[in-house]
């Protein structure tokens, strides 16, 4: 395992993602639900430059699960930072899925 348990990339930066919700909102709040849980030091919340997914935003990354979130709205942010950045478990209804159009998206193996 890395320095922390979980480390959250929000994209802030880009064409879409700073118009499609206030992405420094997102992190604020997600830095706040950490540090009320008690992972201020276990859990890592980074601004982001762009991903090069532009449209499927707002977006974040949670690694070390490398997973990708799409359509992030501020209404999903209680429950990525509940169930996944804190209890492990991604949320599945907000996963950006393999296959999704993007420009540098790796396309899964077939």
Sequence with gaps: MGQYERH???CTSGETC???????RYVQVLRAGAAAAGKRTDVRINKA?????CGHGPMLVV???N??????????LPEILES???GGKPVARLVYAPGVAGPNKRQEAR
């Design 18 to 24: 700073p118009t499609q919700g206030d992405v420094e």
């Design 63 to 65: 690694y070390p699960e």
């Design 84 to 86: 996944h950045i804190l």
């Design 49 to 53: 430059g762009c991903f090069s997914q």
């Design 67 to 76: 997973v990708w979130y799409g359509g992030v709205q501020e209404t999903d």
């Design 8 to 10: 959250v990339f929000v």
